[in-house]
């Protein structure tokens, strides 16, 4: 099922820290508002309730021939207005917004009357309307709207918005407090999966982080030991048998019995050979430096040996760019691919050479009995056979593993398949 979430840990926990921030920020100023909606609510109410009595008591308290003068005071003073109230007057409602001018209006009219009347307009003069009665006649009063709005400052904005900031900082500081060692951790067991032994991960940071990352560097200090210990006791054992086998065979070839002789010969021959694998795969070829190679040349000299061992062995070799190899290494490689291919491909054997995106690729294609997709895996590992067509009970089981390690070791692919007709399809991919 697919998500809208981004991928990575870092994206996620930044993701979730700045909702958590928002949302809590949003809550605080919903809970600020109402806390502040009340007591506002009350002031601007008295405040209108005051101007209107004071308004009208002037008023009243005013000889006729005076009125006119006190209007104009307190229009030029105070910035009020007052108006007699007309027929025609064109009123418009007050808005609905912010909340706190509908609880105003309900409390001035509590203290003024029912019959008072609001408009945020009139004949076109916006202002917050107030209308009164002094008798029969009835006046209205405009305030000016900065009395009873309170516009959000200036300064809070700013404030608030360089801690929005500060906090959004903090979150991708903690993060990527956790996201980056687990990235470095991935990083390096992608390493180790690669048969690479990767640099130890700096045991810094929390107590989780600095425990992982030092049992991650003593698992793969273990790994490497272990390998180093069994390609030398690997190389060791064969080294040790080349002297026996050598004494063997020179006794085989002074036997009188010829068809002994060629037996014994042929079980040395054999056996030697199962020696070269082993010794083979316990070098690791890690010290063996990459040098520009042309890859015709260097299929072409491994080809060589199996001409005459093969019914048939096709070139079809595309003319590639020089690429950095490790020679030595990709020869035991290829030769392992022709070996197995010569001995149970059945027929004609075909090497193809090739550019595809950027890399080269050797593929070697026999038309013997394949291997299932479902052990395609499994033997790549060491000391696996099969049992099947393709099996040799009397092998190391190191071939294809050699390959293998051969492409891990040049941040490549080895990848088998179905050749079309029957068959197997083994790729050598290098970058």
Known sequence: MKTLLP???????????????????????????????????????????????????????????????????????????????????????????????????????????????????????????????????????????????????????????VLLLLALSGAYFIARQVAYPLRRLAQAAK????????????????QEVMAVSAAFNQMSADLASNERERALVLAGISHDLRTPLARVRL??????DESLRDGLIADVEQMDAVIRQFLDYARLDESEAFVLTDMQALVREVTERFMSSANSIKLELQAVPAFTVRPLLLKRALANLLDNAV??????????????????????????????????????????????ARSDVTGSGLGLAIVERSA???????????????????????P
């Open 191 to 206: 390493q180790v999966g690669r048969g690479e032994q990767p640099h130890p991960l700096p045991e810094q940071g929390v």
């Open 408 to 430: 891990r070791l040049h941040h490549g692919e080895f990848k088998l398949g179905e050749r079309e007709g029957g068959g197997l399809v083994a790729k050598l991919i290098l």
């Open 343 to 388: 001995k149970y491909g059945g027929g004609e054997v075909t090497v193809q050479l090739y550019n595809e995106a950027g890399k080269a690729v050797l593929a070697v294609i026999d038309q013997g009995g394949g291997i299932p997709d479902a052990q395609h895996d499994s033997v790549k590992r060491p000391f696996i056979r099969l049992e099947a």
């Open 7 to 161: 991928g990575s840990l870092l994206a996620r926990a930044f993701l979730l820290i700045v909702v958590l921030i928002v949302a809590s920020l949003s809550a605080s100023v919903v809970i600020l508002r109402h806390a502040q909606q009340e007591p506002q609510a009350q002031q601007m109410s008295q405040l209108v309730a005051s101007v209107v009595n004071l308004t009208r008591a002037a008023v009243l308290s005013a000889a006729p021939e005076w009125r006119g003068a006190l209007l104009a005071e307190l229009a030029d003073a105070e910035g009020l207005r007052v108006h007699l109230a007309d027929a025609g007057d064109v009123l418009a409602a007050l808005p609905d917004q912010p909340p706190e001018l509908a609880l105003m209006v309900k409390k001035v009219r509590l203290k003024l009357g029912e019959e008072t009347r609001f408009a945020g307009s009139r004949n076109g003069i916006d202002a917050l309307w107030v209308s009164f009665y002094i008798g029969q006649d009835e006046f209205w009063v405009a305030l000016p709207r900065e009395r009873i709005e309170h516009p959000v400052s200036e300064v809070l904005l700013v404030w608030g918005g």
């Open 251 to 256: 006794a085989a070839e002074m036997t009188d």
